[in-house]
């Protein structure tokens, strides 16, 4: 993903994208291992946080290429 912090943005901005990341690599790597509930909120919560980075001009990508 292209951060917009890289160029200088603010602290709370860079952090919401990280969280963003984090949350995408966890689902991808570990969301098999998920039970049901905890999958679905996690993967409610990424798309809220794709609409935060697609705000941010941060290119998060396809929500469907995330599985969200």
Known sequence: ???PTETGSGG???ELLEIHDRLR?????H???LPPFALHNARKALACLWQVAN???A???HPY???I
């Open 31 to 33: 969301g098999d291992e």
């Open 55 to 57: 705000g941010l001009d």
């Open 25 to 29: 690599d966890l689902l991808g790597k």
């Open 12 to 14: 709370a901005e860079k």
């Open 1 to 3: 993903m292209n951060h």
């Open 65 to 67: 290429e995330l599985g």
């Open 59 to 61: 290119d998060p990508g």
